[in-house]
Every structure is written in structure tokens, then in C-alpha cells.
């Protein structure tokens, strides 16, 4: 999934498709997480240096402003550089190549008749719609192309198909005054602005928590804000800044404050296209990072904050103009650029060879161009290796197939590790001395279990845990969760759900004694307090669902939802957000915990636990448990 929400307990989504958050994230969350049966772990289709493996391409990152912690929490702004993407020049400040993690937009593109195919009748053209969030994208078909089983439209009008996701994208209403909504795996909503290819408008998580955009003129963004009282407010395009709305008052078309956590940015048009602009530096807290660019305008240095030479520095190989232009500067051309070598602060040098399965190629730099052969077709996309070299006297080879996954990485040492990607997500990891984990999944991508099987000869058994769903669902907010896991011993925990905001309710766990230990979880919903243009502070437009409270029992069943041992069973941990009383500001952050259980005397007791946090959300302080305190404010 994209989010995952913090102070809500939550387990695994089904699968790895889940979009929502390239805006980014991953949360630290109570209560019961099982990520040892999750599937396989994630293998990167680039190099640890950013070099595609299939395409030789080269993609950068970097954090530029946080604010009010991890998940939904808080914003957070992060740019990359993706050097074979032609991004439209209204993503980021028009600099070419560079898009950002705030930025979502739904794109449409036709599709092409096949051989042997009628042509769509009029009005009727069947299209290929693209939701991109964060950098990350979803994609569906509408329109007349058949589907067994499903009904399409003549859209955009009406819902889409989806075609390797669980998410779903609608167009509501007429087609000149409509807009999408996409709904991620996990129940995140997500509408965008009116118009066929609309940019987000807004964002709404299952526990509540909403992100909102605003735009000026140019459909570039000027604000981003949270229900939690944060903001990420954008200067036109050399100045971004995060501000904690619970303590400054700005609004969605504010300029940023003073003192506010701010990033700086610096152009200059491009060598090879002087139409584009380029990103030259990057400044925050006094500290530059700065970019120079060659050949077609790509990314060929990166300098960090008080360096001299290059962090990374890029060779590319240039592909040819298409020939059938007669223009000299085909930006479109150059998009495909390969990496074919590239060199660190160290001075240690990485090169790329690429190879591909065909025939009668006599460069394969120029396959990787997608450029055009004697009989101007376009050479069909087969498997590829690409070698890799280091000047240390190190190699490894990555095989890739038709569909640009990664299949099989030889290391270093020539040992080959082979991988197996489905349209849901990695399935199979088998490793160099015969192991293997294996996800298997039902047809909805659900993970039911992950097969681990040891190596040839080994004594050890193979584990094999057991995970459930539900066989119907029509919540996406619960949809893709577990009704019960069982372990490779056979033990078996059970959980069930908030239908509201998809949290944990109860996990109970497997039997010892005879009896199943349960943790009980219980939810509220508060509204963030944020500074009003007056002085004082107003309650936020809509709650969030955070967790209020959990119980469980030390040595006794639970019976409803209490323990057969009484009150001197149970221990009761409260959850305090802050004060609601509109007297001062409020982001929701955890401010303290207050436990009660019985003590060794036979007396039960209440400690709390508090912390505090600095202007942008980061914890600064925290007690240790104990008695007496009355409050953490």
C-alpha cells in the first residue's frame, strides 16, 4: 500500500500493488504486525547507484523537507530525477526531468489498433489511463476495447479497468465538468481536479487523515495541507517551505514565514535545449547541493553540501536523432539516453554493458535508443543482460525479461539468484545454494502464505504459515487484510476490524493453557487545533481516527470485553493526543500514555508516560513511567 498510518494498529496489505503513497511512506505502528509472512522482500530493478537495469537509465532522490513525523502523520517533500521521463514542464517549477513527491495527476494516452483489428468507432477509441502519485502510478482501460467479463465505457465517463491493480479510478459526471476518483487497495480516496486530465485535489486516508492542494494559475502547486495542522506552501518556483499550522497561521495561498523550514532553488536554461530549464542547486539550512548536466541536458553530477567533486558522477551513451526528423534537437530522441559508465567521490569507476537476445545488432546502446532499424520498425522489446564492472575488479550480470522485470542476478561472485515477478508483486526469490521463498497468493493477490524451502539436503523443514481472507468484501478499508495467520507450527492468531477506518479490533492470539490471549483496541476521533487569522486556534475542518485505547488480560480469558480475572487481570493502556480545549494548538502527536494495571502490592495503579516535540514534529523529549503525574501538559 502507500501509507501506512501511524497509532493505528494495522497488518500487511495483501499485496505489494498498493499506490497511494508514493506521497510516500511508511509509519511505526502499534499493535500486531506479522511482516515475517509477508511476501518476499522487494528487489530493486536498479542499480544501488540508480541505473535501470532494463533501460540503462538514471533516477536520483532526495529529501528536502519533513515535517510532523512518518505515514499520514505529517508532509514531507522529497524530488527525483528520472533521466528518460519527458516530465511536463508544470510538475517542478518547469526543470526538466525532475518531478516531486506532492505531485498526482491522471494522464491518457489512445490505443494503438492491433494488426488484424477494426478501428474503434467514432467517439469510441479505447484508452490507457495512467494515475501517477508520488512518482508511483496505477494504470486502467477505458473505452471499447473487450474485457471478458467486463463492461466498458465509451468514457472517460464511468469506471475503468483496471489492469494490474486492485485500486479503482471512476469519472464522475459529464465529461467537460467531471473529474476522477481513485480508490487505492487499502481505502485511500483520492479526487482529483475537473477536466479529462485532471491533477489532485485531495487525499483522504481510512483513518480520516486528508491532505488538500491548491493551485495557481499554471497548475502548479501552492499549497499542500493536512487535517493534522501542517503545510507544505510552495513560492513560485525557488522557495518551498513546511510550516506547523498550530503554531503559525498561514493559508492555502500564503507566502512562506519567516523562520519556517524552507528549501531554495536555482535554474538556469538548458545546454542542449535552451527551452528547458534545469535544476542547478538544491539549498537547505544554509547547505547546497548542486547538479550540472551533460550532453541532452542529463543529469551528470551531483555535488553534496561542501564538496568539491561529484557524489556520482554520469556518462551517457547518445542515442540517435530519428531520422525521419530533420529537426537537430530532438529532446523526445534523447529521452533513452543510456548510462554507460559512472564514477563516485572515491574516484571508482561502473560500467554498463547491455545485451540483448536478438539478432543482427551491432550496438546494443542503440537498442536500448529504441531507435529505428533498415526497414524504420521498432525492434521488439526481448530479454537483455546488462553487465556490470567495477575498476576494484568486481562484475555481477542482471538478466531481464520481456516485461522489464528483473529474472535472474548473477553477484559478484557469479552465483545467480532468480526472481519471480507477478503482476501483484515479487513471488519467488530462489537463491544461489538451491533455497527459495516462495509467496503464494490467491487470485486477488492475497498473500496465503510464504513458502520457505531450505536448501537441497538440509535437515531443516520447509515453513509454510497460512494466512486468511475474507472470501467476499466490499470494504477496501479491510479488504486486504487477514481474518487469521497460522504459523509454521501451527499456532493461529485471529483479528478483526474497524470497518470505519480498517484497525485493528481485537488479535487474539493462540491458545497456552487453554486459554487465547486477545488485545483489544479501541478508537476516537479527534480534530487537529490550528492558528486562525484572529490570534486564537480553530478546530480543524474534519477528525482523524487515532487510537484511543488498548486492553488485554495477564493471565485470564477475555470475556467480552473484559477479563474472566476482574479488573486485577487487566492491563489498560490509555492514549493521549493533547489537549482539545482550543486554548492552545494541537497537530494530534502522541503526547503521553497513561498504563493501568495491578501492582505487586495487589493495588492497582495508574503511570503515565509523556513526551514533547520541537516546531516541525520531531520528538525532542519523553518521561519514563511513574506515578503521580497528572498530565504530560
Known amino acids: 500500500m502507500f501509507f501506512s498510518f501511524g497509532n493505528l494498529p494495522m497488518i500487511f496489505a495483501k499485496n505489494g500493488r498498493c499506490l497511494a503513497y508514493a506521497l510516500l511512506l511508511s509509519a511505526s505502528l502499534a499493535g500486531p504486525a506479522y511482516a515475517q509472512y509477508a511476501p518476499p522482500p522487494p528487489l530493486s530493478t536498479s542499480s544501488p547507484e540508480g541505473v535501470n537495469y532494463r533501460s540503462g537509465s538514471y533516477s536520483y532522490s532526495d529529501g528536502d523537507l519533513a515535517i510532523g513525523g512518518s505515514g499520514g502523520e505529517g508532509l514531507s517533500l522529497t524530488r527525483t530525477y528520472m533521466s528518460a521521463i519527458d516530465v511536463p514542464s508544470d510538475i517542478f517549477m518547469g526543470a526538466r526531468g525532475w518531478t516531486h513527491s506532492l505531485q498526482g495527476y491522471v494522464t491518457a494516452a489512445p490505443i494503438p489498433t492491433g494488426p488484424g483489428e477494426d478501428p474503434p468507432l467514432p467517439g469510441r477509441q479505447p484508452y490507457v489511463y495512467t494515475v501517477t502519485i508520488g512518482g508511483r502510478s496505477a494504470t486502467f482501460e477505458g473505452g471499447s476495447r473487450y474485457k471478458p467479463n467486463v463492461t466498458t465505457t465509451g468514457g472517460p465517463v464511468g469506471t475503468y479497468y483496471p489492469t494490474s491493480t486492485p485500486s479503482t479510478l471512476v469519472f464522475n459526471g459529464t465529461t467537460g465538468a467531471g473529474y476522477y476518483t481513485f480508490t487505492d487497495s487499502d481505502g485511500t480516496v483520492v479526487n482529483f481536479t475537473t477536466g479529462a486530465g485532471g491533477y489532485i485535489s485531495n487525499l483522504t486516508m481510512p483513518n480520516g487523515t486528508r491532505w488538500d492542494w491548491t493551485y495557481g494559475s499554471d497548475n502548479r502547486i501552492k499549497s499542500v495541507i493536512s487535517n493534522r495542522g501542517w503545510a507544505i506552501l510552495f513560492n513560485g518556483y525557488t522557495t518551498v517551505c513546511a510550516v506547523n499550522m498550530a503554531s503559525v497561521y498561514v493559508n492555502s495561498t500564503s507566502s512562506c514565514p519567516a523562520n519556517a523550514q524552507t528549501v531554495t532553488y536555482a535554474y538556469t536554461p538548458g545546454s542542449y535545449n535552451s527551452a528547458a530549464n534545469l535544476l542547478v542547486s538544491a ?287 487487566e492491563v489498560v493502556v490509555g492514549y493521549d493526543y493533547g489537549p482539545a480545549t482550543g486554548a492552545i494548538g494541537n497537530n494530534l502527536l502522541l503526547r503521553g500514555t497513561l498504563t493501568t494495571a495491578q501492582d505487586a502490592d495487589g493495588v492497582i495503579r495508574s503511570v503515565r508516560s509523556c513526551s514533547g516535540y520541537d516546531q516541525e514534529g520531531n520528538q525532542i523529549w519523553t518521561t519514563s513511567p511513574r506515578a503521580g503525574l497528572t498530565s504530560c501538559y
Not at 314 to 320: I, K, Q, S
Not at 354 to 372: H, V
Not at 458 to 466: A, D, I, K, N
Request: aromatic share 10%; hydrophobic share 30%; proline share 7%.
Open 283 to 569: 539549498t537547505k539550512a544554509g547547505a547546497a547541493t548542486t547538479y550540472t548536466y551533460t550532453g541532452a541536458d542529463k543529469l551528470g553530477c551531483v555535488k553534496l553540501p561542501g564538496q568539491s567533486v561529484c557524489a556520482i558522477q554520469n556518462t551517457y551513451f547518445a542515442c540517435p536523432n530519428d531520422p525521419a526528423n530533420s529537426y537537430p534537437i530532438q529532446p523526445q530522441a534523447r529521452l533513452r539516453d543510456p548510462v554507460i559508465s559512472q564514477t563516485d567521490a572515491a574516484s571508482r569507476t561502473i560500467t554498463y554493458a547491455y545485451a540483448t537476445n536478438m539478432q543482427a545488432i551491432s550496438n546494443n546502446n542503440l537498442y536500448l535508443c529504441n531507435s529505428y532499424n533498415g526497414d524504420a520498425n521498432y525492434w521488439t522489446v526481448l530479454d537483455s543482460n546488462t553487465h556490470i564492472t567495477t575498476n576494484y575488479g568486481t562484475a555481477k550480470d542482471v538478466l531481464v525479461d520481456p516485461s522489464s522485470s528483473v529474472a535472474t542476478i548473477a553477484d559478484e561472485l557469479g552465483r545467480p539468484f532468480k526472481i519471480g515477478i507477478s503482476s501483484f508483486g515479487l513471488d519467488l526469490v530462489k537463491f544461489p545454494e538451491g533455497n527459495e521463498d516462495l509467496a503464494v497468493r490467491d487470485q486477488q493477490g492475497n498473500v496465503l502464505g510464504n513458502k520457505r524451502t531450505p536448501k537441497p539436503g538440509s535437515s531443516l523443514p520447509v515453513l509454510e504459515p497460512v494466512i486468511g481472507y475474507p472470501a467476499s468484501c466490499a470494504n477496501p478499508k479491510t479488504c486486504g487484510k487477514p481474518e487469521y495467520v497460522i504459523d509454521p507450527a501451527g499456532n493461529r492468531t485471529d483479528f478483526t476490524y474497524d470497518p470505519n477506518h480498517g484497525g485493528v479490533l481485537t488479535a487474539t492470539g493462540p491458545a497456552v493453557n487453554g486459554i487465547r490471549s486477545q488485545k483489544r483496541y479501541a478508537y476516537a476521533q479527534y480534530y487537529a487545533w490550528i492558528r486562525n487569522s484572529g490570534g486564537g486556534y480553530s478546530q480543524a475542518t474534519t477528525p482523524v481516527w487515532l487510537l484511543a485505547e488498548e486492553r488485554s488480560c495477564r493471565a485470564t480469558a477475555t470475556t467480552g470485553n473484559a477479563c474472566a480475572g476482574g479488573a486485577a487481570d
